[in-house]
């Protein structure tokens, strides 16, 4: 059974760091593209930023400049590098693993990790 595992979340004031992973016991990691999506109370998932198994990212313009995401193949791992935090970026931060298209692979996400910024 595949597991998908999000760690990192937690509290942290404005202006402050953390590191969101999520592991994945998924063979062959390296074909899915690795994402991480965040969703509000009150408000619709959105994507924060996404990485392809080469490398390539892509990222929210909310989030661009203070966000990185990468990924260890050889770690089945996703990181989320999280900087210059503001309360508007609370939400439980949930990690993807979407396969290549027409593969009939299944997509895969995590169970979601908390993040709140706040004085």
């Known amino acids: 059974q595949v597991q998908v595992a999000e760690s990192g979340g937690g509290l942290v004031q404005p202006g402050g760091s953390l590191t969101l992973s999520c592991a994945a016991s998924?063979?062959?990691?390296?074909?899915?593209?690795g994402g991480w999506y965040r969703q509000a109370p009150g408000k619709q998932r959105e994507m924060v930023a996404t990485?392809?198994?080469?490398?390539?990212?892509n990222y929210a313009a909310s989030v661009k400049g203070r966000f990185a995401i990468s990924r260890d193949n050889a770690k089945n791992t996703v990181y989320l590098q999280m900087n210059s935090l503001r309360p508007e970026d609370t939400a439980v931060y949930y990690c993807?693993?979407?396969?290549?298209?027409?593969?009939?692979?299944?997509?895969?996400w995590g169970q979601g990790t908390q993040v709140t910024v706040s004085s």
């Open positions: 998924i063979t062959p990691f390296n074909i899915y593209v």
């Open positions: 990485i392809s198994g080469a490398g390539r990212m």
């Open positions: 993807n693993l979407d396969p290549p298209a027409f593969s009939g692979l299944p997509k895969y």
